[in-house]
T-cell receptor, first 116, second 113 residues
């Protein structure tokens, strides 16, 4: 069965430090890959997505992610974290040609805390 | 442009009662999705509407859950009767086509006592 793993449930970084959130997926082919962020009281906001092509994807708010097929990973990165980045981050997978459904499979989420 | 809205934001009910959650998608979005996050677990897909038709309801946990989308606009998700394990956050999302660019609402937090 398809699955998404975010190994880190909780991460704390200092403001200005770099960030990497890990995501691994289990699927027989290259799926569609997504990162979402949820700030308190808000809905999930799409940060970036990968469908095909260039494996380094740029997103909003200064985030980027790199797809590595050999490692089945899609890690999210940011060079310098701001206090406003404190939120919960979700990696998700969608499978092309999965019938006609837009079903997404999510990881468990990583909560990011930013220290001043 | 208004985003996806959900009502209520919170609901607290007793076991055995009925609750109806509502989702208003972004205007013009034919695709509407329901997801659920039980405490400490991942967000899980419940079902997908295309207009008023159920495209995929493979994630619906059991027949206590009934989703409808009248006229292809807003959607309701009814839980009857509610059980303790139904507690969690119910998210709704909508998209204009099937490129997975789903826009999520803020969620409804359901607590069953």
């Amino acid at each position: 069965a398809q699955s998404v793993t975010q190994p880190d449930i909780h991460i704390t970084v200092s403001e200005g430090a770099s960030l990497e959130l890990r995501c691994n997926y289990s699927y027989g082919a290259t799926p569609y890959l997504f990162w979402y962020v949820q700030s308190p009281g808000q809905g999930l906001q799409l940060l970036l997505k990968y469908f095909s092509g260039d494996t380094l994807v740029q997103g909003i708010k200064g985030f980027e992610a790199e797809f590595k097929r050999s490692q089945s990973s899609f890690n999210l990165r940011k060079p310098s974290v701001h206090w406003s980045d404190a939120a919960e981050y979700f990696c998700a997978v969608g499978r092309p040609f999965w019938g006609n459904t837009g079903k997404l499979i999510f990881g468990q989420g990583t909560t990011l805390q930013v220290k001043p | 442009e208004a985003g996806v809205t959900q009502f209520p934001s919170h609901s607290v009910i007793e076991k055995g009662q009925t609750v109806t959650l509502r989702c208003d998608p972004i205007s013009g979005h034919d695709n509407l999705y329901w997801y659920r996050r039980v405490m400490g677990k991942e967000i899980k897909f419940l079902l997908h509407f295309v207009k008023e038709s159920k495209q995929d309801e493979s994630g619906m946990p059991n027949n206590r859950f009934l989703a409808e989308r009248t006229g292809g606009t807003y959607s309701t998700l009814k839980v009857q009767p509610a059980e303790l394990e139904d507690s969690g956050v119910y998210f709704c999302a909508s998209s204009q086509d099937r490129v997975y660019e789903q826009f999520f609402g803020p969620g409804t937090r359901l607590t069953v006592l």
